[in-house]
């Protein structure tokens, strides 16, 4: 059985006063990044590729002096159950900018080149244990 676990992650023009995101501190944007997730293994691990596209959006931006105004990342993925393995990731993302969309477009495409999290996961990663 596959099991999905969504996530959301924000900021800037899209961020939400009232609803129920938690709100963390964030170096590219003064009010921070909203996230609303449950809090299981699976929920965590869609988040940390949603927050690290983020993340990267807003430092791509920056170095090519892209303005953003705000940012949308939706991820989800799935679990087989009776294996207890990852099905996928999939993610989304809305940009909120003024910059053409040529540019806005060719953004999304480096980031989802270099954003470390999504990277890291493509080439599988060994998970051990360490002894105490």
């Given at each position: 059985m596959d099991e999905r676990f969504a996530v959301l992650a924000s900021a800037g023009s899209f961020l939400e006063e009232d609803g129920d995101d938690v709100r963390l501190p964030h170096r590219w944007t003064p009010g921070g990044v909203g996230v609303r997730s449950a809090f299981t293994g699976g929920h965590v691990?869609?988040?940390?590729?949603?927050?690290?596209?983020?993340?990267?959006l807003y430092r791509e931006a920056a170095a090519g002096g892209l303005e953003l105004r705000g940012v949308r990342v939706r991820a989800e993925g799935g679990f087989d159950t009776a294996l207890w393995r990852s099905t996928g990731i999939f993610y989304t993302v809305e940009i909120d900018s003024e910059a053409p969309r040529e540019q806005v477009a060719a953004l999304i495409a480096t980031v989802d080149e270099v954003a470390e999290i999504p990277r890291a996961l493509?080439?599988?990663?060994?998970?051990t244990r360490s002894a105490d």
């Open positions: 691990l869609n988040l940390a590729v949603a927050a690290c596209v983020l993340n990267d493509r080439q599988g990663a060994e998970v």
